[in-house]
């Protein structure tokens, strides 16, 4: 900016030393005194306002970067207290059983492998939290070491579809894939997988007994549009600008009852990002959830 300031005045200064006045018609150098001093006057001026632009420029700046330094701290504070919280609970279910067992040698088998087993089940929950917070970790700070390779889309929502086949059955849904044969991108096979899986869960988890899923897709020049719906309960309009939001849940007690982590659709967002692609999440007339992201042939980060 500084630089620009001095060419503007640069010209302004060729102007006066061309021209005595506006009007001339020719060129005609300076020969009185006064016009000399009346430039160096505009000179010097123009000198001072320069410095404080640069001066303004100058602390704008360092306002801008402290006002960032202090957002990404909150941010920072906000996800640690998050992450704390949610750790939290299944380590106090997990030494609450424990304990219990422990101090009651002559509790029945029946009640030990009761709590046994709900002592496994929070391990796993606990197992799944800290998967996605490294699968994060590696979006955010380790995503240039992501390797990626030719992925077909197709193979891997099939796959997807077979592995969720006893949950969708055990609510009556159904699950339409209807992707096109061989879509094949350049891109991370683990990142891809968890945004189509985290989709899929998302919806078997929330969208209702009975409903249906569908997924398709359509090609673009540089990429692929994908279009991932049901047509369950849905969520409230309000709740749609921050459900990609880290450990954000519109029903925290049902959220946690069937095993979220709070981290799935900020893992797809952050997946699709990284695959140089966008995502939107909408609410149709007919009621459910529309999903629409874009993942490019050749992976990349966006512009």
């Known amino acids: 900016m500084w630089l620009s300031v001095m060419a503007v005045f640069l010209v302004y200064a060729t102007i006066f030393i061309l021209f005595e006045d506006y009007d001339r018609k020719f060129i005609m150098p300076f020969n009185e005194v006064s016009d000399w001093h009346l430039l160096l006057f505009s000179l010097v001026v123009m000198a001072g306002l320069a410095f404080l ?17 202090e957002k990404e701290n909150r941010m920072r504070r906000q996800l640690t207290q998050n992450i704390a919280h949610e750790l939290k609970t299944p380590v106090a279910s997990i030494l609450g059983y424990t304990e219990t ?18 002592t496994h089940s929070q391990a796993q929950r606990l197992t799944a939290l800290l998967q996605d917070i490294s699968t994060l970790n590696k979006m ?22 077979q592995e969720t086949s006893i949950a969708v059955g055990q609510r009556a849904m159904k699950l339409h894939n209807c992707l096109p044969q061989h879509i094949v991108v350049q891109g991370n096979p683990s990142m891809l997988y968890s945004i189509f899986r985290n989709l899929t869960d998302n919806a078997v988890n929330y969208a209702g007994r009975g409903t249906t899923i569908e997924i398709s897709a359509e090609q673009l020049p540089d990429s692929w549009h994908f279009t991932f719906s049901d047509n369950g309960i849905g969520i409230p309009a309000e709740h749609l600008p921050r459900i990609f939001e880290r450990f954000y849940r519109i029903d925290k007690g049902r959220s946690r009852d069937l095993g979220g982590t709070g981290l799935g659709l900020a893992i797809v967002k952050n997946a699709v990002l990284l695959h140089g692609g966008t995502i939107t999440v909408s609410t149709p007339a007919g009621g459910g959830l529309t999903f629409d992201f874009t993942i490019r042939k050749s992976a990349g980060p966006s512009s």
């Open 53 to 69: 632009l640069f001066r303004y420029a100058k602390r704008m700046d360092e306002r801008i970067s402290r006002e960032q330094a």
């Open 101 to 118: 067992i422990l101090d009651n040698p002559a509790m029945s088998d029946e009640t030990r492998q009761q709590f046994i087993v709900r």
């Open 140 to 161: 955010d700070y380790a995503a240039d070491l992501l390797q990626k390779e030719r992925v077909d889309i197709s193979v891997l929502m099939a796959d997807i579809v």
